[in-house]
């Protein structure tokens, strides 16, 4: 199946799948990536593909210009050139930053022993990829670094155990599951999300796993709760329904910079669910300040001390190393300049007290 009839398949196996714009408080970040998202899916049919990889503002994080023989075989001849000399001559000093970014992120994570996994996975084999940078026996670009980081610490953490519950908030497009489920094949995996970013996951799960189970949201009523799900199934759950599964347990819940971006509301529904108090290993990566008075980035008043871990024993907590030293061109109070993110992330692991 293509890539669009996969994702018909997925609308029309998933109830309620235009209404996540009619939640309330929905921060103002998702709103508008939501309403981007149904007017490119809408579109689809005129373009007779669906791009479930880069959207509105939500891609793999770019890479620095290069020209090689197999990104000219993998993306075409013109597009690779055009894409060189824009990045090259038009964006010259952003592109320099893009370099040095790239660098820093793959030495940090040869520092915590995944070059093994950088190896193993190069990016541009991976469904729908466009931007990958080709280093002697590999590819990679920003947010596959992350995905690989994410992995080697689910491994070294001993966080998960083959046949385990996985539950990740905000699963973007199903990049590191796809990497996890090479590692763990029999892992249940249960996404959390809107409707579109799951139709996106499934997609490139799909391509990359056909033969797994996929459990479709219209499914979900046939179990009777996420360890009754079929070992190595990969299980699509809209955030609409995250109730169902609220007062649950699992093996390991993630969530990844998305909890950060919500509005109140949001984040104390998962943050005082069951699941998050009481499930074996939780593991977030997030702003220690959402919004910081000077550049308030997100519509939101969360920071480091909202997410309460009383109960639980943290084991783990540190600085999160990806791109903490890339830097972006930004203007700020008029001027323009080479500048950081307004506030760095936090990555913690924590488990259910004995």
């Known amino acids: 199946m293509t890539s669009l009839e996969l994702a018909k398949e997925f609308i029309g196996r998933s109830p309620g799948f235009y209404e996540d714009l009619a939640l309330e408080d929905l921060d103002c ?3 508008s990536i939501i309403e981007d998202a149904y007017n490119q899916i809408g579109e ?3 373009h007779n593909r669906f791009d479930y990889r880069t959207w509105s ?5 770019s890479v620095p210009a290069q020209i090689s023989k197999k990104s000219i075989v993998e993306n075409g001849f013109f597009y690779t050139v055009a894409r060189y000399l824009y990045r090259k001559l038009a964006c010259a000093k952003a592109n320099k930053l893009l370099v040095q970014a790239l660098m820093d992120d793959i030495g940090m994570l040869v520092e915590v022993g995944g070059e093994k996994y950088m190896l193993e996975n190069p990016v541009h084999l991976t469904p729908n990829a466009r931007d990958y940078y080709f280093l002697k026996n590999t590819s990679v670009n920003l947010r596959w670094l992350r995905y690989l980081y994410l992995l080697v610490q689910i491994e070294k953490k001993e966080l998960l155990s083959d046949g385990d519950v996985w539950v990740d908030i905000g699963s973007y497009y199903g990049g590191l599951q796809g990497l996890i489920r090479k590692y763990q094949p029999s892992t249940r995996m249960v996404l959390v999300d809107f409707h579109h970013q799951l139709c996106r996951s499934y997609v490139y799960l799909k391509k990359q796993y056909k033969d797994s189970v996929h459990i479709f949201p219209d499914e979900l009523h046939r179990f009777s709760g996420i360890k009754d ?3 190595g199934a990969f299980i699509y759950i809209p955030v609409t329904s995250y109730k169902e599964i609220a007062n649950e347990t699992a093996d390991l819940v993630t969530n990844f910079f998305s909890l950060g971006e919500m509005k109140r ?3 104390t529904e998962y ?3 069951v699941l998050f108090v009481n499930s074996k290993n939780v593991y977030l990566v997030n702003r ?3 919004a910081p008075f000077f550049e308030p980035t997100y519509d939101t008043d969360l920071n480091i001390l909202d997410y309460d871990v009383q109960g639980r024993d943290v084991v783990y907590f540190d600085i999160f190393p990806m791109h903490h030293f890339m830097l972006r061109q930004s203007t700020f109070h008029g001027m323009p300049g080479i500048r950081n993110v307004s506030s760095p992330y936090f990555e ?3 488990k259910v007290s004995a």
Not at 57 to 61: A, E, N, P, V
């Open 29 to 31: 970040k998702h709103a």
């Open 44 to 46: 689809a049919d005129l």
């Open 57 to 61: 503002r939500q891609s793999d994080l």
């Open 229 to 231: 799900f079929p070992r």
């Open 265 to 267: 509301e949001f984040f």
């Open 271 to 273: 943050m005082k669910s």
């Open 288 to 290: 220690f300040v959402s």
């Open 348 to 350: 913690m692991i924590t």
